[in-house]
Every structure is written in structure tokens, then in C-alpha cells.
């Protein structure tokens, strides 16, 4: 035993030393973030609404990426932010909203959907017409869908994503993400808005209408494009793709 | 212990030819009632070949991975239009997730158990018999490869032993002396195989092998009974191809399962089932004339 000890103490120093960097990495972002809290002066001291919890709605934009914590872009003015659900306290208050979930967009790609998955179309394309729902205080568009969902014995698939702090939707009524092309799946939409942060993260509001779309084409077909694509036309990215807005 | 297999005494063709179109089969088709059918020949043919042996992997290795597999998939897959209950993640468990699970255990259950009758009666010379004209350099590899296992096997208790009659094997020792002495045994094995292999490819090209003219003898012949067996092989083959395009073997899991039923259905499972039955039937067959002639004499 005495013959190995260097080697035994060399492997416990590598194994402390890569701990350390394990538990200690993740953090690297947050001094910086303290040291300039001119990042998001305008986000910090906003008012809480009544009806949320106990719950700054801030967001804190990384300088260097011009994203936040878990990769989104600034959310348009007027537009409620990212609550994250670990944060929220869920009341017993009971709200009403409106659900809804359609895929008629399938209809117009029926040649793109395989057959054993047709008779999963509905006729007109609705899968839930738009009905009230009850949601209770602090919950998210997801916790309401997949209460709905259980409720009217409908499928859903989801994934946690923790990059994006949310969950993925992946499938609803076994109709899934790229079973209309490559470009399909699945969207929400509250209020007429494309939020482009996940469901998780949407706070719902009492009287909000969340849509759920499926889109055949990344969103251009359902309106949602911007939310995944970015708002700001002009923007870096798209400079360095070489994209010019049209002038007319 | 093992029976008399006269399917293996039929020709290489014949049985290489039987054995591509029921693995392939039981690799594409998940039409269950066929995958029954499958398992249930191919496990009976491999007992028959190998005895208890085979009874023993059956229960030590397949019905562990059958379980296994069959509960792996609804953990991981929730498609399916029919709803059972909710797992903890908050994904639903679905009936077709845990069929399709059950599916794909028994094809990887059935593909290998084909495959253990296979290493039966495809003995290595009757692969480079097959192939040594067609393809001499991957043959030899492949044979060579094949019989390497079992020759690793038995020269590594060789050397394990030897080690251990001068002291120096894996079961004393602390921790550190049992991997220093298991590495040597490593060591050695190593440079035994490499030096095994470049032997064997050296006496192999000395006595010409693979030279454009050698000829080699051979025990084979191709009789009148290999040609009726060919042809049965493949009209049966043909005929259960014809069953799953046609639709008589349609099957599907997602998003509910379904399955065709009806008169084609069972046609086409009755050649299936005629099609992976046939070495039992032969061997049955030829146990039968055997009982006829000791009877008469």
C-alpha cells in the first residue's frame, strides 16, 4: 500500500480538482453579471402585477450573447416576461383562460404525413375547440395543457429542456414534431403573440386565450416565425447570413 | 449432448440460403404472429442442436433481455393512441408503446437464437467453402475472426493457469497486484494472438490459398433433394414477400395497433410457419425412415 500512496493522493487531487470545476463552473457568468448592472437597468425594478406571486418578472441579458440565462432572446416591449416556474408558489385562487389546439395546417400537407397517422387529422383540423379552462394562481401554459389534455383524454408528449428551462412539447394527439417535414411541429400562441420563450416559463394571466398550432413550415404558416427567428429584422445574425431587408 | 441434424448434411448453398431468409425475415417482419411462429422454430431447432446448452442461455440471457427490453421501451416512448395511466415524468403510458417493446425484444430474441442454430450448422468450412472463390481474403478474416473466440478462450485458462503455478495470478494479492498480474495475463494474450493470426495468414498463403487455380476438395455435392429444398426455401420466401406487399401480413404499432385478419393472413402465417419449421420437419422426417428400416430388418 505504502508503494502507491503518491499515486493514490495524485488521484484524489485530480478527482477533487475536477469536483471543484464541476460544482464551481456553472457560476462563471454570475460575477460578471454582478459587476455590470448596467446589463439590464431597465428590467430589474419593474412593478409585480397583483394577481402573479410573490415573483420579480426580470431578465437579465448576458451582454455577450445579448440572451439571458437560458438562451432567449430580449422579449418585445409590452410583452410579459419569462417567469420561471421554479420560482413561482402555486395559490389556490382558481382563473379562468382559453385553450385551444389545432393542426389544420395538416390539411393543406396530408401528402407529407404518413398514412397510419391520416385518421389522427381531424376533419376541420381542430383538436380542442376553444374552450374555458380553469387554471390556478402561478401557473404556466403547460401546467393548463397538460391538465387539459389528461382531462379529455387527449395524447401528449413533452420534454424538460433545461437549457431553455421549459418544457418541449414534442407531440399532442400522437401527431409529433417532423411528421409533417422537417420544418413541423408544435407552437403556442397567447393573445395573438408568439412568445419566444417556452410554456413553461408563460405565466397565464386570468382571460388570456392560449392557442396550440401546429406548423408545417418553422411557423410562417401560423404567423409565429418571428418568435423563433428573432424579432429584429437587421439583426446580427442576419447580417452574417447576408440577408437585406427589402426596400420599396 | 446433440441430435443427428440432417438439415446439416444437406448442401452449404442450401443451408446458407435457408438461414438468409429467415434471419432477414425475422429481422423485417414484426407482424406478431409470424415473430411467434419464429421463436417458437428457431428456439426448438436450437435446442435440438445444442441441447440443455441452448435451454440455458434461453433462460440466462434472452428472458432477461425479452423482460428488459419489453419495459425499456414504454419508458422512453410514449406514442400511442391508447392511454393507460401517467408515469411520474407526466408522459402518458401507452398500450401500443409496451406491445412495440414486447415486439422488438422477441425479433432480437429470435435473431439470435436463428443465429445460434446457424453457428451450428454453417461450420467455418462450409462458409469458406461458400465463399472462399467469391471473396478469399474476407472469408479467411471472417472464419479466422469466428474461431478466434473460442481459441482465446481456452489458451487464456493456458496462460491463467501457468501464471498461477509460479505464483502470480489474479486471486491474491491486494487490489493493485491482482490488476498488475491481470494486465500481464492481458500482455501475454496479446501478443499471442497477434502472433496466432500472422502464423495461421503465413501457412495459409503457403499452401496457396486463394490462387487463381487451386482447387480444393470438398465433401459437397449438390443432389437432387438440395435442389427441392432450394426451391421450397424460395417459393415460400417468395410467397410470404408476396403476403407483405399485398397487404395479407399488414401490421402496425403506432399510433394504434392493427393488424390484418384475414383469409391471406392465414395463408401467409401457414407458410411462415411451414417456411421456419423445415429443418425440424426434415430431421423429423429422416428420424421417421431411420425407425422404418430398423423395423424391417
Known sequence: MRKHKNKIIAAVIIIAALTAAFIFGGRYSSPSRNAQPSAAPGAEPEPVSAATPPTEPSMVIDPETGKDKYLTDPVPEGKPLPIEPQDVTLGDAEYTCFLSVKCDTILDNMNLLD???????????????????????????FNVLQREMKLNRIHLEFMNVPIYNSVYIEGINNLYEFDVGELSGWMYKVNGWFPNYGASRYQLQPGDVVEWLYTCDLGRDVGGWDSVNGYVV????????????DEE | MSNRDTFSSYHPAVNMLYFTAVLLLAMLLMQPVCQVISVVSAFAYSVYLNGGKAIRFSLAYMLPMLIMAALINPAFNHQGGT??????????????????????????????????CYNA??????????????????SLILSMALR???????????????QRCIGRDTSSGNIFQRVRKGIRIISIM??????????????????GYGLPRRTAFSIYRFERR??????????????????????ALYYRYFPTFRMARDGGT?????????????????NFREGRKWKLIAQRS
Not at chain 1, 397517422?117 to 401554459?141: A, N, Q
Not at chain 2, 427441392?228 to 407483405?244: E, K, N, P, Q
Open chain 2, 266 to 282: 392465414i395463408v401467409a402465417s401457414f407458410i411462415y410457419a411451414a417456411l421456419s419449421a423445415m429443418p425440424m420437419a426434415i
Open chain 2, 83 to 116: 392511454i393507460l395511466t401517467y408515469l411520474p415524468s407526466g408522459n402518458p403510458l401507452t398500450l401500443e408503446s409496451i406491445l412495440y417493446g414486447i415486439s422488438a425484444a422477441l425479433m432480437i430474441v429470435t435473431v439470435i437464437t436463428w443465429f445460434s
Open chain 1, 234 to 245: 437587421g439583426a446580427d445574425w442576419l447580417e452574417e447570413i447576408g440577408y437585406e431587408e
Open chain 1, 115 to 141: 398514412k397510419e397517422k391520416h385518421e389522427l387529422v381531424p376533419d376541420d383540423g381542430v383538436i380542442l375547440p376553444l374552450t374555458e379552462v380553469t387554471f390556478y394562481e402561478g401557473e404556466s401554459v
Open chain 2, 190 to 207: 496479446v501478443t499471442w494472438a497477434l502472433e496466432n493470426a500472422i502464423e495461421t495468414a503465413d501457412s495459409m498463403k503457403a499452401r
Open chain 2, 148 to 162: 478466434f473466440v473460442p481459441r482465446f478462450n481456452t489458451q487464456i485458462k493456458f496462460v491463467a493457469h501457468a
Open chain 2, 121 to 138: 450448422v454453417m461450420t467455418s468450412d462450409k462458409f469458406v467453402y461458400l465463399f472462399g472463390r467469391v471473396i478469399p481474403a474476407l
Open chain 2, 226 to 247: 438440395d435442389l427441392y429444398a432450394a426451391v421450397y426455401i424460395v417459393v415460400c420466401a417468395a410467397a410470404i414477400i408476396a403476403g407483405a406487399v399485398t397487404g
